[in-house]
């Protein structure tokens, strides 16, 4: 990190100093984001305000400045042994297990902690610190009030504008994909009644092991319930429980493998009734203002908070419990499939907070809405 540090500042110095030559083309504000605390201070050596756009959730962002300010943060207490738990007013407890996986001192990417330990001290040193999140005030409402010392401008959800009010606008344009993906899936979806559809997607980083993918599938298999899951190619060309898998799928209609697909567009597809998620904050985000309740099952950073939230605070989902393994098991799945879908109260309600949190999220978006304002007033003070 500390060469990417080096040569990273150097190129963006390099930059906004031949941008600066054309007077039409003059770099007069910084957005940055997480991992890259060194561009503020080569913004600031430049005399140039910055921003940090924050893509995890407000939550998390209360977390780093709790564990790392200056003045009282409780890392070098916690840094070989994590606390019992942590509170915020207005937030359920988060234990030692709850937190962000990477500054516990057992987690094997805890080398991101100085990085995110400069991110909070380079916020500090700002006099007018501002942050972008990625969030709208009645979603983290708790957690904005519980950061301190920071200008915090809540502009989202940060989605593509299209993503809104989609189920009456098929066809429309859902911006770029990380992946190559087709669009079979679509006529596939078109063909299953509304709100019945699983969907099934772990994101770009989370590689599951094959004992996991079993149980996904027959407990998908169990519910009797049509499922669109997403299996990224793997490098190495499939592993033997993937293909094991795509072949049973080929002799039946239940199910559908994808290796990529647009997330905003399925999301938005009438036929789909559930989101089988690791929880990332983006598709956490993308399930709040789809109003597509939510099976979490988080593997690391940031997630498991992320679905702590999702179950206690916001009602729109139920996080999967795991075997001593670290496993979800085939029941599990099915249960708690069942019980977002099926016509208990329990998922009665889970639906109706979902449908309740989308409008709220539009709400906030549309014009006169707290994130519009917010992102208006700020950008009023660059004119």
């Not at 997480?34 to 756009?53: E, H, Q």
Request: net charge negative.
């Amino acid at each position: 990190m500390s060469e990417f540090k080096r040569v990273g500042s150097q190129t963006l110095a390099n930059l906004i100093f031949k941008l600066s030559i054309n007077e039409h083309h003059k770099v007069t504000f910084l957005v940055y984001t997480i991992l890259l605390p060194w561009a503020a201070d080569v913004a600031r050596d430049m005399g140039i305000p910055s921003a940090f756009l924050c893509i995890q959730s407000t939550a998390a962002l209360a977390i780093y400045q709790k564990y790392f300010n200056a003045h009282d943060g409780i890392y070098h207490i916690y840094e070989n042994t994590p606390p019992n738990s942590i509170q915020f007013k207005g937030l359920p407890p988060f234990a030692s297990s709850d937190i962000p996986s990477f500054l516990l001192p057992t987690s094997p990417h805890n080398s991101v902690i100085p990085t995110i330990q400069e991110h909070i001290q380079t916020l500090e040193k700002d006099p007018n610190p501002c942050v972008l999140l990625n969030t709208f005030d009645a979603l983290e409402e708790a957690a904005i009030e519980a950061i301190v010392n920071l200008n915090l401008i809540p502009i989202g959800p940060l989605v593509p504008s299209t993503f809104f009010d989609t189920k009456d606008q098929p066809g429309s344009p859902f911006g770029c994909d990380l992946f190559e993906s087709s669009k079979d899936y679509l006529h596939w979806l078109n063909s299953k009644p509304n709100n019945s559809v699983v969907y099934v997607s772990f994101g770009s980083l989370v590689t599951l092991q094959g004992k996991q993918m079993e149980e996904i599938f027959h407990g998908l298999v169990e519910t009797d319930r049509p499922f669109l899951w997403v299996i990224r190619a793997s490098e190495n060309g499939g592993s033997e429980i993937e293909d094991t898998i795509k072949n049973k799928l080929k002799e039946e209609t239940q199910g559908l493998i994808v290796p990529w697909c647009s997330q905003v567009e399925v999301l938005c597809h009438h036929s789909v009734g559930c989101f089988l998620t690791h929880c990332g904050w983006n598709s956490t985000l993308e399930s709040i203002v789809a109003g597509v309740p939510v099976v979490a099952c988080p593997h690391f950073s940031d997630q498991i908070m992320n679905a702590k939230m999702v179950e206690e605070v916001w009602g729109t989902g139920i996080k999967a419990k795991v075997n001593e393994e670290e496993v979800v098991e085939r029941a599990e799945i099915r249960r708690c499939l069942e019980m977002v879908m099926g016509a208990a109260e329990e998922g009665e309600e889970i639906r109706r907070n979902a449908k309740k949190w989308k409008s709220l999220a539009v709400q906030a978006v549309k014009k006169g809405g707290s994130s519009h304002t917010h992102f208006k007033l700020f950008m009023e003070g660059f004119t």
